[in-house]
């Protein structure tokens, strides 16, 4: 395999010498992109049997999905100290 650079790029990269591992940040890389995709591939798999069952998701139920997720985010966790005692 060979990887492709920009000439700016690639003096950045060798001006870097032996303390840079392109190797390992190539892997880092491709390994994170490869599981993105992964992700990516699987929500719409998701999706497309959700719709097949249930007919497709409208720009209504999208927003009021938004607005429950925010409506989550703002509200405090009540599991705080759980499993704590309290003084008297």
Not at 23 to 51: G, P
């Amino acid at each position: 395999m060979q990887v492709y650079l920009p000439a700016e790029l690639y003096q950045r990269v060798k001006a870097r010498g032996d303390a840079f591992n392109v190797s390992s940040v190539l892997r880092k890389a491709l390994e994170e992109s490869l599981a993105d995709l992964d992700r990516r591939e699987a929500l719409d798999a998701a999706i497309r049997a959700y719709e097949s069952g249930h007919g497709r998701i409208g720009s209504k139920e999208i927003a009021r999905q938004e607005a429950a997720d925010r409506a989550a985010a703002r509200r405090p966790s009540l599991r705080r100290g759980r499993g704590k005692k309290r003084a008297a």
